[in-house]
């Protein structure tokens, strides 16, 4: 049989799974995982839907072969928001904001706005950069402002960034 | 599910052995390391799956920038990520960081790779342009050993490369940008992010004593592959930046270009363009930096 | 599919029947309860499903008042309001669930009917096409800065500003979220989005070839409504699904006319039609 194992830090827990080397990570996530909260959009790079962290960058996991994802690797999808305070604090944004409406682009672009914001301690919160973040995220119902909203909002979130980043070294449980 | 479910993935630990995987008929396979290009052309079925792949991604011999023998030296797996953030890079070939910068989104920088978007053989390789005027050279190793070729004569036409089947690009070589010049980038897409190019290009120029002393100017999506514009940078050569410069260096160029129409642009705004473009080249070569 | 139906449904029942709006849950629509009421068209979801709900919990309000008023108040009127009933003569107050209990064990659920009527005033000839052929019309205005520039005929909106009148907002989040989108969209018919036809296929058929703006392409967006509140129903909502998406490509069609002095007829407006208009000399 054509499948091997890897042992990846999947939100935070340690995950052991078998599949077919070339299988996309999508597919690894979604079927063999069951994690269905990154989704499946245009399955060639463009619109965003199916952005995971590895390692911390936000990457297509359509267009990963999870063979190439090696072992002790760090993996984030959306499942994993809710265990770091910037994760929930993302989610309550987007919620407060009405930033979903059909929702389908949503776990990408909170993955987007994830790594953006959690990713560097010299965050660019201006505008275009901020915009460019998200560039990789297709949105087709609510438009993009409401995903990274007003300048008081940028201000907040900049202010708990630093929960999040001490939440990160510690780990979620 | 995926087209891929019986492809076989070798994953080598170092360069040698991946050398030696891709000498033996027994382990070739085709290299994948972003993936950007390969993996949507494999699951759409443009190309057939193959029966083996060689995972490159990681390889630490592939993933550095660093000056040596006075040439910027730039690992074929840098993601487009590292480039645009990378000093070196941002010094010594600005225009290569710029266009690394609008590559896909945020995701496909942080996946795709110098040497995947040469590799890939595409006349719309955001890449190609800087890495033309910088003379680059590009590094090729197998188990018979290194050969540096220059990239014009390394990348042969549409999807045609100069490569062995069982070597691989490792590196390449830049000259790094003079002292008191300026390089720059422009491209033209359908959209701000997220784009093929209808036509790009890179420049890398210096004035001395009100003249040019250097000018290089490579465009793509222009032509089977992107291409350095020798006659216009020869006739650029010791002339002043004035009205008559620019009309002319415009004119000639989109008299040069022989580009197609397809679903992106027109054949016509593309030559046009092409001449445009050398036009805002020269005038940021003329602005004060 | 996303539109907030499922949040402003129940905040019109809440508000017509004045309780808060977690004491209102929101089924499925299903034909097995309800009439068919014919296929989701013409943005009327809010301004015909919101107006019958609304006028429904107002007659159910009615009815339990009546009750409260006769059980409770010895004939005195009653008036629900979020967790009481109140005697309007003594201002003495009932809570809700202590009406609503014994109401449901003696006369079992209360169960309100109701249908949506076209206002009189409207009326539409089908022979001679005369009339108003929908009870309401929402209103926008749009506008949009663009930049063209000089050297490759790009163009860029920088700033879109607009005006709405859907009748009464209902939710202004979820509203501005809806006019957002059309924006959006509407910038992507404008600019860049096109569906040609080559050998009997889609020629765009994938995201790759089918361009819709990104974040980078979509300007800063000034949304606000002027709400004037339809008169033909109680409600007073409007429709807001479809209008965002009309006016902003004619808007950048006539900034780019002002721009550059020509007039592209056609979407999308592009520098390839740009050119072709003004000749190579620019």
């Given at each position: 049989m054509n499948k091997i194992v890897r042992t990846w830090k999947l939100n935070g827990e340690q995950r052991t799974v078998e599949f077919p080397p070339m299988r996309r990570l999508l597919d690894v996530l979604r079927d063999n995982l069951s994690l269905k909260g990154t989704k499946e959009g245009c399955s060639e790079g463009e619109c965003g839907a199916c952005t995971v962290l590895l390692n911390g960058k936000p990457v297509t996991s359509c267009l990963i072969a999870a063979g190439q994802v090696p072992d002790g690797a760090e993996l984030m999808t959306v499942e994993g928001l809710e265990h770091t305070e910037g994760g929930r604090l993302l989610q309550h944004q987007y919620i407060e904001k009405g930033a979903a409406q059909c929702g389908f682009c949503i776990p990408g672009m909170l993955m987007a706005s994830y790594a953006y914001l959690a990713?560097?301690?010299?965050?660019?919160?201006r505008e275009a950069a901020m915009r460019e973040a998200h560039a990789g995220n297709i949105c087709r119902c609510t438009g993009y402002e409401k995903n990274y909203g007003s300048r008081e909002r940028r201000r907040r979130t900049m202010a708990e960034r630093r929960e999040t980043r001490k939440n990160r070294t510690t780990g979620p449980r | 599910m995926s087209a891929l479910e019986q492809t076989e993935l070798l994953t080598p630990n170092t360069l040698d052995e991946a050398l030696r995987f891709l000498a033996d008929e027994n382990t070739r396979g085709t290299l994948l390391c972003g993936g950007t290009d390969l993996m949507v052309q494999w699951e759409a079925g443009v190309r057939p799956a193959p029966a083996r792949v060689i995972n490159i991604k990681g390889l630490t011999e592939l993933s550095e920038i660093k000056m040596e023998n006075g040439a910027l030296v730039i690992g074929a797996g840098v993601t487009h990520a590292a480039l645009r953030h990378s000093s070196l890079v941002i010094q010594c070939a600005p225009s290569l960081a710029e266009a690394a910068a609008t590559v896909g989104g945020a995701q496909i920088q942080a996946l795709g790779t110098i040497g995947g978007s040469i590799g890939n053989a595409s006349p719309a390789s955001d890449m190609a342009p800087s890495l033309l005027v910088a003379d680059a050279i590009a590094e090729l190793a197998s188990v018979r050993g290194i050969r540096k070729v220059p990239l014009p004569k390394f990348i042969l036409g549409y999807r045609k490369l100069d490569l062995a089947p069982d070597e691989l690009i490792v590196r390449f070589h830049l000259a790094p940008m003079p002292v008191g010049a300026k390089e720059n980038w422009h491209k033209l897409g359908?959209?701000?992010?997220q784009a093929i190019s209808k036509v790009m290009g890179s420049y890398r120029g210096k004035v001395e004593s009100g003249r040019i002393s250097l000018f290089a100017v490579a465009l793509g999506s222009v032509a089977p592959t992107a291409v350095r514009l020798p006659e216009i940078e020869q006739w650029l050569?010791?002339?002043?930046?004035?009205a008559e410069t620019l009309k002319g260096a415009e004119k000639r160029t989109s008299d040069i270009v022989k580009p197609i129409a397809d679903i992106r642009s027109t054949a016509e705004y593309r030559r046009w363009v092409s001449g445009r473009l050398v036009r805002g080249f020269l005038e940021h070569l003329a602005s004060p930096s | 599919m996303g539109q907030g139906t499922f949040t402003i449904m129940p905040q019109i029942v809440a508000d017509g029947l004045s309780v808060n709006m977690n004491r209102v849950r929101c089924p499925n629509p299903d034909t097995k309860f309800v009439p068919d009421s014919g296929p989701t068209v013409a943005s009327r979801t809010t301004m015909v499903v919101g107006s019958t709900l609304f006028d429904a919990a107002i007659k159910l309000k009615a009815q339990m008042e009546a009750y409260a008023s006769e059980a409770f108040f010895g004939g005195a009127p009653a008036e629900l309001n979020e967790h009481f009933f109140k005697n309007t003569y003594t201002n003495e107050t009932i809570p809700f669930e202590r009406v609503a209990d014994r109401l449901i064990k003696e006369k079992g659920p209360q169960r309100v009917y109701n249908q949506f009527k076209l206002p009189p005033q409207i009326r539409w000839d089908q022979?001679?096409?005369?009339?108003?052929?929908?009870p309401s019309y929402s209103w926008g205005c749009n506008v949009a800065e663009v930049e063209v520039n000089p050297l490759t005929l790009e163009i860029k909106v920088k700033k879109v500003t607009s005006f709405w009148d859907i009748g009464r907002v209902i939710n202004p989040v979820l509203a501005k979220g809806q006019i957002e989108g059309g924006l959006t969209q509407a910038l992507g018919f404008a600019l860049m989005e096109k569906m040609g036809i080559k050998d009997g296929l889609f020629d765009a058929s994938r995201m790759q070839t089918y361009v819709v703006p990104t974040a980078l392409d979509t300007p800063e967006m000034s949304i606000d409504f002027l709400e004037f509140p339809?008169?033909?129903?109680?409600?007073g909502a409007k429709g807001v699904g479809e209008v965002p998406i009309d006016g902003l490509a004619p808007a950048i069609a006539n900034a780019v006319e002002s721009a550059t002095g020509v007039r592209i007829n056609e979407l999308p407006i592009t520098p390839e039609k740009l050119l072709s208009k003004l000749g190579a000399v620019v």
């Open positions: 990713g560097a301690d010299d965050v660019d919160l | 359908p959209r701000a992010a050569i010791g002339r002043a930046i004035d | 022979r001679t096409f005369v009339g108003d052929s929908y339809f008169t033909g129903t109680a409600l």
